[in-house]
């Protein structure tokens, strides 16, 4: 069987510049924007699963999803900390572990209004166990035991008091900014203050979790069913990556669901957009396809060549589309994780997985919308095809 | 003028596929952009329904820290307050951790009293009242699980372990059932007694539990803005600074909270108008180049450039109109079954008629501006020229 040179498409392509190029952007603007909520969902994504650390355990109250709803007594995460083999040590053969308060603050916006901000409490152990991980780009890091505070550089510009040198009260207590501090993950959404000048401002007794590094090849799983069935202090354990991707479940499914129904909704406009063009392209050049089945070329090359068309439109406009989402990679933006009712800054992200979405989907919207005009393009009788002038 | 009308119709009904096609694009595009803004005005419209001389007492903290219970006589105690009432959010899910939905323990008497958008519709307040375990639920709870009055319904805590130890649920009993009679009011609330949620956590470790809120009822004739000043000024100096806000701006702190997801929203919509626009800019081209030997022929008979102009816009507004008239019916009809989806973000979701009007307003710019190019082009054509083409 013959088939139908693919440079005959192209050139088709190019003589009907101004329906193409409309067809290619109206595809180009349906894929950008189910690729943009794509590449939110994959920033948002990528701060909380890809910054976990797989050696750390996050230790909350059994029954707890989240930090903020967890909590121990003083002397419950002290004793968990001492009394846990699998935590490593460290230099001072002291357990390489932490205590945590944790509180979603409402703060004014700078731009009005209010959120949620997470204010968290650490000790120096922190530190330790965070190596360099946070970075501290401005200022100084915090004394402990002093009223001071370090802010997390994504909310420095976006929450009132949060630059250097400000005074930021929490309760009734006057804290001072003495540093900005980077870090890749959730953390750079927060404010770090000392773990028992937190506790005294808020009027609280006891921590949220306990971080600890785990010694290497500890069974978490095996280290969870143990503590979790702990007559003194019982403890449910996950990695902090697990924990981390435990906390995108709710906004990553929100987002996919978003981005699903926009695909396909939109992508029904597109394809009809696509049907339409490509009837068009058909109607004016019957006589051509007239001459093609004439000098022999079969119902089915016919099929194939006008089919390969309309994919070439969707592949085109799938091009673009994922061209026009490029810039929006790394751009910040925020909103609130309802999981743990705080704010928290991210970029989009287009990663292989946009792209790819991006060219599949564009691909769909070809195949869908050329199918049926180029089956009638294929049923059309060589003699009444020539008639048509 | 009547005939070219019919010839609006005829050029629209020789190409039935492309029309009905670019019409049923129309209908989805104008369903999402209705749907989507109906989204943004629902969220911040939350506010709307709030009661004036409802007062709403919390943490200045922080939304998850609660007030000393000593806190209640001394508000009690400002002039022009008539009723205080504590609540806490309990914060449990039933069955699994999907199944979230507002449990308060609360004052049985006085809510009520000071809810009267609550109205009950089965059982009765009496029982509700009468029985230490017994949960007034919202008929949108008996909808989503099925529960009926004399149910026993176990919660599981996150905030307040049951003193029996980890993993044992709290057990309920329905007593009654509420109907909001207003729109944005939660149908999905669990109100149980704040005596039965005291006595049990003072049974373990915990100790009494704090409030977290204050609603206050005021006298009808208090001055709001002062009232709130004298309890914020109360507990200036700790331990917990306190605030006090009316009703609707605690929603709308809510609402604030939400952050850029009206940007997001509307980002998205404007994808969707670029995507349609170019849709039908295109299919009124093609038809436009299509219609040329015909545009000739009207000329030809001496039918003026004003009056080709027309049938060529009107085609387009005629398509426009119908899809979009379509597509924001679909987006109204749609209504309860997209509130239903989203009620748990979004209490009240409704087309309102502002969005029905900008779908309209829209409709009929997109069919003015499609119709521009080929109109344009039909009202300049020389007639020989159009006579001359083969289409």
Not at chain 1, 19 to 32: E, F, K, M, S
Not at chain 1, 110 to 119: A, D, F, H, I, K
Not at chain 1, 124 to 142: C, V, W
Not at chain 1, 322 to 351: M, S, Y
């Amino acid at each position: 069987m013959q088939f139908i040179p693919l440079s005959y498409n192209l050139r088709s392509l190019l003589v009907r510049r101004g329906p193409t190029a409309l067809t290619v952007l109206g595809i180009a603007a349906t894929v950008a924007t189910v690729a943009g909520v794509l590449a939110l969902q994959q920033g948002f994504r990528a701060l909380y699963a890809e910054t976990g650390r797989p050696d750390l355990a996050v230790l909350l109250r059994p029954g707890a999803t989240a930090e903020g709803v967890s909590s121990f007594t003083r002397e419950g995460a002290q004793r968990l900390i001492k009394s846990t083999p699998e935590f490593a040590e460290g230099a001072d053969g002291q357990p390489l572990a932490g205590m945590e308060c944790f509180l979603a603050v409402r703060r004014a916006r700078v731009e009005g209004g209010e959120t949620n901000v997470p204010l968290r409490g650490v000790q120096p152990s922190t530190f330790a166990l965070r190596g360099d991980e946070i970075r501290i780009t401005e200022g100084r890091n915090l004394t402990p035991g002093a009223d001071e505070v370090i802010v997390g550089r994504a909310i420095t510009g976006r929450i009132k008091n949060c630059t250097l040198g400000d005074v930021l009260t929490i309760n009734v207590t006057p804290f001072q900014v003495v540093g900005i501090f980077e870090c890749d993950g959730p953390f750079e959404s927060e404010i770090w203050g000392d773990f028992e000048r937190m506790l005294a401002a808020l009027g609280r007794f006891g921590p949220n979790r306990v971080v600890a590094k785990l010694r290497p090849g500890v069974d978490v799983k095996a280290l969870d069913a143990r503590l979790a069935a702990s007559r003194e202090v019982a403890a449910t354990v996950k990695t902090e990556r697990d924990y981390l991707s435990s906390q995108t479940e709710f906004l990553s499914k929100i987002l996919r669901l978003l981005g699903s129904f926009l695909g396909v909704v939109m992508g029904i406009a597109a394809v009809f957009t696509a049907t339409n063009t490509m009837m068009s392209a058909i109607g004016a050049r019957t006589y051509e396809i007239g001459i093609l089945s004439a000098t022999g070329f079969r119902a089915f090359p016919i099929f194939v060549s006008f089919l390969f068309e309309a994919i070439l439109l969707g592949l085109l406009g799938g091009i673009v589309g994922a061209l026009l989402v490029l810039p929006l990679n790394g751009l910040k933006t925020g909103t609130t994780n309802f999981q743990t009712f705080t704010e928290v800054a991210f970029a989009f992200k287009i990663t292989p997985t946009v792209l790819l979405t991006a060219i599949v989907f564009s691909l769909i919207l070809g195949v869908l919308g050329g199918t049926l005009p180029a089956w009638r393009a294929a049923r059309m009788r060589p003699t009444e095809a020539l008639r048509r002038q | 003028m009547g005939d070219l009308t019919r010839l609006v119709v005829r050029n629209l009904a020789r190409r039935k596929l492309r029309t009905i096609l670019t019409i049923a694009s129309l209908v989805v595009a104008f369903f999402l952009l209705c749907t989507l803004r109906s989204l943004v005005t629902s969220l911040q419209a939350g506010a709307d329904s709030a009661i004036a001389s409802r007062l709403i007492v919390q943490s200045a903290v922080s939304l998850f820290v609660d007030l000393p219970q000593a806190y209640q006589p001394k508000i009690e105690a400002v002039a022009g307050i008539e009723q205080v009432s504590k609540w806490q959010w309990f914060g449990g899910y039933y069955q699994e951790p999907r199944n979230r939905f507002a449990q308060f323990a609360v004052e049985p008497r006085e809510t009520l009293e000071i809810y009267p958008e609550m109205e009950i519709v089965e059982g009765s307040a009496e029982a509700f009242f009468k029985n230490r375990r017994g949960i007034l639920i919202g008929d949108g709870l008996v909808e989503q699980f099925g529960w009926k009055l004399g149910d026993t319904v176990p919660i599981l805590p996150e905030l307040f372990p049951h003193p029996s130890g980890p993993g044992t649920a709290w057990e309920f009993e329905v007593a009654a059932i509420y109907h909001p009679t207003q729109r944005n009011f939660d149908p999905k609330m669990m109100l149980f007694h704040w005596d039965y949620f005291e006595k049990t956590l003072e049974e373990g470790p915990v100790g009494a539990p704090g409030v977290g809120t204050f609603v206050v009822r005021l006298t009808p004739n208090a001055d709001p803005t002062q009232v709130m000043a004298t309890i914020d000024a109360l507990f200036e100096n700790g331990p917990q600074r306190v605030q006090s806000t009316s009703e609707s701006e605690f929603q709308r702190q809510f609402v604030t909270m939400f952050g850029n997801v009206p940007f997001f929203v509307s980002t998205i919509g404007g994808g969707v108008l670029i995507a349609i626009l170019l849709a039908v800019v295109n299919a009124m081209l093609m038809a436009g180049r299509e219609q040329t030997h015909d545009i000739g022929i009207l000329k030809a008979l001496g039918f003026s450039d004003g009056d080709v102009f027309r049938v060529l816009i009107q085609q387009s507004l005629c398509v426009c109109v119908i899809g979009g008239a379509l597509g924001i019916g679909l987006a109204k009809l749609s209504e309860p079954s997209i509130g239903l989806q989203v009620i748990s973000l979004i209490q009240g979701y409704r087309v309102t008629p502002s969005t029905m009007w900008f779908g309209a307003a829209l409709a009929v710019g997109l069919g003015l501006f499609a119709g521009a190019a080929p109109a344009w082009r039909a009202a300049r054509l020389q007639t020989i020229e159009a006579l001359a083409s083969k289409d």
